[in-house]
């Protein structure tokens, strides 16, 4: 016992953390839980170390799944930004998560680490409407530019096409 | 009206598009080619050459698309051009954005293979086994799968991405003037899709690999039929390369245009032949290998100049490739269950039903409420023709993914058409978006 490593016999104390960011294991897969105010320090820090690559920024609405587990001290808020990270050098991957909420939906963008992400910011603001502060062109990318509402969102309906033969046949006076 | 008529007259929809200089004060012409070029107002400033950029007379923003046979879909471009120099380039997009993604919400996860499948319609089964590898990682049977089905998976992959790339050839071909190309990369295309409805029902959108592995066992006769694919291909490809790849017209169109170096591309997210094009040997094949794909032996195929001859000399270099690995999976592919017998995920078989009233009630549950996946979220990214496509899925604990996002290779790779294209020709204008191979369906969702 007596060669035990310190920090190994002390890890199972402290929850795991990185850049002192809580980390969670999804399905193998890590996961980095900063808050809105660590978000810009903690991909800067995983840029320098070699993850030079975003592959994928994307977000979730969690409006009707609010209960979802999250690590001690990150309070579940609606929205949530997913970031995926790659590191071509150490073929890894990591994944930033960071809650944000829906009063004031605005988070910082990463365009000046990675220029790639410019396009998919432009998406989760379309589908969302989630606001990227300092985005050098944020307008909508799939939609029209005169469409209301953001269709990703939980309380965006879905819509339907009118079928003919439904059992609520529009009455004839209401037909034109 | 006046809207209507606005529209007309500046022929753009006004805050998508791209703004004429004089619209722009030089910190927003900063901001305005930063964000056209994907690169940071300083970097955009270091440039140099913005202020010599010339004043509006000598210039004009030009559409291109989205009916332009040559943007492969709907893919419109705004050019601002000096003459015939491209300063200004910027892709819009959307115009076949049909809700995938919000459809793919209300969807079961049985049913999801439906939709991801029409979504790179040249590549439908690496959109499908992506998808069944997300679903299968938050079930926890990702290590489960039988192994007859996992080598079909490889077989149907590997010959998905032959006929994309030997469409590419034919679009190439008909977009650089070599029409003669264009009927021979559908030619060959169409003998691949054969095989894929013989053994799917179906030419595209098979919805044949499914969560738990795949819908059906091969049929008889398929191993005749790859080996009839495999001895007809290379002697077609060799055609390809004295119609093509010699020949000096083909060079001149291709060598030295769209260029992007290394540093751009791994910064703009680009992946597959665009990246590998730079010199960069990045697959996830052999990188992050998934399947069985560690098991077999393949080259990674890089280019060197990272311009659009070796984006051509890449995908026909792959489909080689891809004829190496399809015969070792023929040596390898064992026999054995197509899909995992765990019955919370498998419908009973057909003969069941007859004769068992609670396989009946099983086999109507399961494709009517579908089955139940444990609550989490994962991210799992495979090669696809194009690149890195990627699914991210998060699961409430019901049948339906609670979001479903697929992380799109062309989506990410069209973004490097302003950088490839600053300070080319238009004509070649045409030859770049064609060598990034593009698949609008994919890119909008």
């Keep these: ?176 | 009206m006046t809207d209507i008529v606005a529209t007309i007259r500046d022929g753009n929809e006004a805050e998508q598009g791209l703004k004429p200089r004089s619209e722009l004060t030089t910190r927003e012409l900063l901001r305005e080619v930063g964000s056209v070029l994907r690169m940071s107002e300083a970097e955009a400033a270091k440039l140099g050459d913005l202020p010599a950029d010339p004043s509006e007379d000598q210039t004009m923003i030009i559409n291109m698309g989205p009916q332009h046979p040559s943007t492969h879909g709907v893919l419109r471009l705004m050019l601002e051009l000096q003459g015939e120099t491209v300063l200004r380039c910027k892709p819009i997009i959307g115009y076949l954005h049909t809700g995938m993604e919000k459809q793919g919400e209300n969807l079961t996860f049985m049913q999801g293979g439906t939709n991801v499948t029409r979504m790179d319609y040249l590549s439908p089964l690496n959109n499908e086994l992506v998808f069944s590898m997300a679903t299968e990682r938050l079930l926890g049977i990702e290590n489960d799968i039988p192994e007859r089905a996992v080598w079909m998976r490889m077989l149907l992959s590997e010959l998905n991405r032959m006929s994309s790339h030997l469409l590419f050839m034919a679009t190439n071909g008909m977009d650089l003037g070599a029409v003669s190309m264009m009927i021979y990369g559908w030619r060959e295309r169409e003998e691949v899709l054969r095989f894929f409805q013989k053994v799917t029902g179906l030419r595209m959108n098979h919805n044949f690999i499914r969560p738990g592995g795949v819908a059906a066992d091969l049929p008889v006769g398929w191993r005749d039929d790859v080996l009839h694919l495999l001895e007809m291909i290379p002697p077609r490809l060799e055609e390809y390369d004295i119609l093509m790849t010699g020949q000096p017209i083909w060079r001149d169109r291709l060598q030295g245009v769209g260029v992007i170096t290394q540093d751009e591309a791994v910064a703009l997210g680009a992946t597959g032949p665009v990246l590998r094009s730079t010199g960069l040997a990045w697959d996830l094949r052999r990188d992050q290998p998934y399947l069985h794909y560690d098991q077999v032996e393949f080259d990674v195929i890089v280019g060197t100049y990272g311009d659009a001859f070796d984006r051509y000399a890449i995908r026909l270099n792959e489909i080689r490739e891809s004829i190496r690995i399809v015969h070792q999976i023929l040596d390898h592919m064992p026999g054995g269950d197509y899909r995992i017998q765990n019955k919370k995920v498998t419908p009973p078989p057909r003969a069941r039903i007859d004769e068992s009233m609670e396989a009946l009630i099983h086999h109507f549950k399961i494709f009517t409420e579908g089955f139940k996946v444990p609550e989490g979220e994962v991210y799992v990214a495979i090669e696809s023709p194009r690149g890195e496509i990627g699914c991210y899925i998060a699961s409430d604990g019901s049948a339906t993914p609670y979001r479903m996002h697929v992380r799109a290779p062309s989506f990410v790779n069209i973004q490097c058409l302003p950088h490839m294209m600053r300070g080319g020709l238009v004509a070649d204008a045409v030859a770049v978006i064609s060598s990034v191979d593009p698949v609008l369906g994919e890119v909008d969702r």
């Design chain 1, 1 to 176: 016992m007596s060669d035990t490593p310190v920090s190994e016999a002390v890890a199972p104390e402290l929850p795991p953390s990185m850049y002192g960011v809580p980390l969670t294991d999804s399905r193998g897969q890590r996961v980095l839980h900063p808050t809105r105010a660590q978000y810009v320090a903690t991909v800067r820090a995983l840029l320098d170390d070699t993850f030079t690559m975003c592959a994928d920024l994307t977000a979730v609405d969690f409006l009707t799944h609010p209960g979802r587990p999250l690590p001690d001290g990150i309070s579940p808020e609606r929205f949530e930004i997913v970031v995926n990270l790659l590191s071509i050098e150490r073929r890894e991957r990591i994944r930033v998560r960071v809650q944000v909420p829906v009063d004031d939906a605005r988070i910082a963008t990463l365009f000046d680490m990675y220029p790639g992400s410019e396009a998919m910011e432009r998406e989760v603001f379309d589908m969302f409407g989630i606001e990227f502060t300092d985005h050098p062109d944020l307008t909508r990318i799939l939609m029209p530019e005169d469409w209301e509402g953001h269709p990703l969102r939980k309380d965006y309906d879905q819509g339907r096409i009118p079928v003919q033969f439904s059992t609520d046949f529009p009455s004839k006076e209401g037909a034109k």
